[in-house]
C-alpha cells in the first residue's frame, strides 16, 4: 500500500479471518502447499479483485512458496482494510479503492514488475498488458490463470489469433465455477449490492435481465425469487429458449426498455444498454451492471442525454436528470455493482472458485515447459477434488459406483 494505517490493517485482518471460517476447502489446501511447497521459488503478479475472498487465495499461494505482487482488477471493487493487511503479511499490494483508470493500470505495471513466472488474472487486464506493454517479461511467463468469462472470451480471441504467447486455464470454465460462483454468488450478490445501494423492494418490481449465462441465471432466479417478475433479454437463441421454458418471458432490450423498473446487464460485451433504450426508459429506472467490465451499460450516451447530474443521491448511486424530467438512476458508476456496492460473492462460494484455482496454479508449476500457448480446461480431476473436499467440509456423504455399475460404463456391448 501507499500509505500505511494499522487500525485499517486491523480491520481487514478480521475481515480475512472472518471469510477464512466459510473457506474450508482453501484452508486444507493451503495446509497441504504449506507441506509440499509446490510453489517454491516461483513469483506470481496477479490481477484480481482485493478482497478478503481472494487473501485467503493469496495465502494459500503464499504458503505454497510463491512471492506474489497484487493488483486490483477493477477500479471500485478494493477492500483497503484487506489491502493493507496483505501488506502487512508480506504480499507485494498495488491497490486502493476509487482510484482514476491511469492508477489502475499503473498498479498493474508495478505487479508486473515483479517479473512474474505465473500470473493470475481477472478480466484479462494484465495479460493484455503484458502482450502490448509489458513484451519483455513475456519469455519468463510458463502459464497462468483466469478467473472470469469475460477474460476468457478475450483469451480465446488471443488463441485465436495466435498472439498469446503461454499456456492460460480457464478456470471460469470449470463445473465448480460455473454452477456455484456463476450462478448462486452472482445471484446473491449482484442483488445485494443493488439493495444496499438503493434500499429497493424487488417484490413486484419488473426486473430487465440482460443476459441468460449462467451469471444471468443465477440473478434471475435471485430476483423472481424476492417476488419480482423478471424479463430477459438475450442474442442466443438456444438461451432464449431456455429462459422461455423456465417461465421468463424473452424479449429484445427495446421493448423490455419500456417495461423495466431495474436493469441487470450480465453478458460480457459492450453496449448491451444503448441510448436508444435509454431514451424509452421510465422515470426512476435503475441501471445496475454484473458484467466484468463498465462497458455494458453506454455510460457515455446517459452522460450525453443528461441535462443535469447528481452524484451520490445514496452511496454509490447516480442521478442522472434528463431533458424531459425523467430521472435514470446509475449504480456503481457502471461497473460491478456486487463488488462496489457490497462485498461480492459469499466466502462459501468463492472457496470453491479459488480452490480451483489455487489447484490449477499449482498444476501449472508442475507442468511447467510442457505446455504449448493456448486455453487449457481444468483438468477434471481438480475439479472433482474440489467438489469432493467441499462435500466432506459439509459433512455430506453420496454413493459410490459399485463394481458391476462401472463395467456397465465401460461397456457397449450390455444391450437392454
Avoid at 510453489?39 to 482485493?50: F, R, S, T, Y
Avoid at 443476459?211 to 432466479?221: L, M, P, T, Y
Avoid at 429462459?243 to 448491451?272: C, H, K, S, W
Avoid at 490449477?360 to 505446455?371: I, N, P, T
Wanted: proline share 3%.
Amino acid at each position: 500500500m501507499e500509505t500505511e494505517d494499522a487500525p485499517l490493517t486491523e480491520v481487514g485482518e478480521r475481515r480475512i479471518e472472518w471469510a477464512m471460517r466459510s473457506m474450508p476447502v482453501l484452508r486444507a489446501i493451503g495446509a497441504r502447499f504449506a507441506d509440499t511447497r509446490p510453489l517454491d521459488g516461483l513469483k506470481i503478479a496477479a490481477c484480481l479483485h482485493v478482497t478478503a475472498e481472494t487473501a485467503v487465495l493469496v495465502g494459500a499461494l503464499k504458503a505454497g512458496g510463491a512471492e506474489i505482487a497484487l493488483a486490483a482488477s477493477n477500479p471500485l471493487s478494493t477492500q483497503n482494510d484487506v489491502a493493507a493487511a496483505l501488506g502487512g503479511y508480506g504480499v507485494e499490494v498495488h491497490a486502493r479503492a476509487g482510484v482514476d483508470i491511469e492508477t489502475y493500470y499503473r498498479h498493474i505495471h508495478r505487479a508486473l514488475d515483479i517479473g512474474p513466472d505465473l500470473v493470475l488474472d481477472d478480466g484479462c487486464d494484465l495479460v493484455n498488458i503484458l502482450h502490448t506493454e509489458r513484451v519483455e517479461l513475456l519469455d519468463a511467463v510458463t502459464g497462468g490463470c483466469e478467473e472470469t468469462t469475460t477474460g476468457v472470451i478475450r483469451l480465446r480471441q488471443m488463441t485465436a489469433e495466435q498472439a498469446l504467447r503461454f499456456p492460460m486455464v480457464a478456470v471460469n470454465d470449470t463445473r465448480t465455477k460455473r454452477m456455484f460462483d456463476n450462478r448462486y454468488g452472482t445471484g446473491q450478490s449482484t442483488l445485494d449490492g443493488i439493495v444496499r445501494a438503493t434500499n429497493m423492494l424487488l417484490a413486484g418490481r419488473t426486473v430487465v435481465v440482460a443476459g441468460f449465462g449462467f451469471c444471468g441465471r443465477g440473478v434471475a432466479e435471485r430476483a423472481r425469487g424476492q417476488g419480482a417478475r423478471v424479463i430477459v433479454t438475450e442474442i442466443d437463441p438456444v438461451k432464449a429458449v431456455d429462459a422461455a421454458l423456465q417461465g421468463y418471458e424473452v424479449l429484445p432490450m427495446a421493448d423490455a426498455a419500456r417495461a423495466g423498473e431495474l436493469f441487470i446487464t450480465v453478458t460480457g460485451n459492450r453496449d448491451v444498454i444503448r441510448g436508444e433504450h435509454l431514451a424509452e426508459m421510465r422515470d426512476g429506472a435503475v441501471l445496475a451492471n454484473a458484467g466484468h467490465f463498465d462497458v455494458e451499460i453506454d455510460v457515455r450516451a446517459l452522460e450525453g442525454m443528461a441535462q443535469e447530474v447528481n452524484f451520490g443521491v445514496r452511496p454509490y448511486t447516480d442521478e442522472y436528470v434528463l431533458a424531459d424530467g425523467r430521472r435514470l438512476l446509475l449504480l456503481a458508476e457502471g461497473r460491478l455493482v456486487n463488488l462496489t456496492a457490497a462485498e461480492g460473492h459469499p466466502a462459501a462460494v468463492m472457496d470453491m472458485s479459488f480452490s480451483a484455482h489455487a489447484l490449477a496454479v499449482a498444476w501449472l508449476a508442475e507442468e511447467r515447459g510442457r505446455l504449448a500457448p493456448g486455453v487449457y480446461e481444468v483438468p477434471a480431476e481438480i475439479d472433482t477434488e474440489v467438489a469432493r473436499l467441499k462435500l466432506e467440509a459439509a459433512g455430506i456423504a453420496i454413493d459410490e459406483l459399485t463394481a458391476g455399475q462401472a463395467d456397465y460404463l465401460r461397456s457397449w456391448r450390455a444391450g437392454s
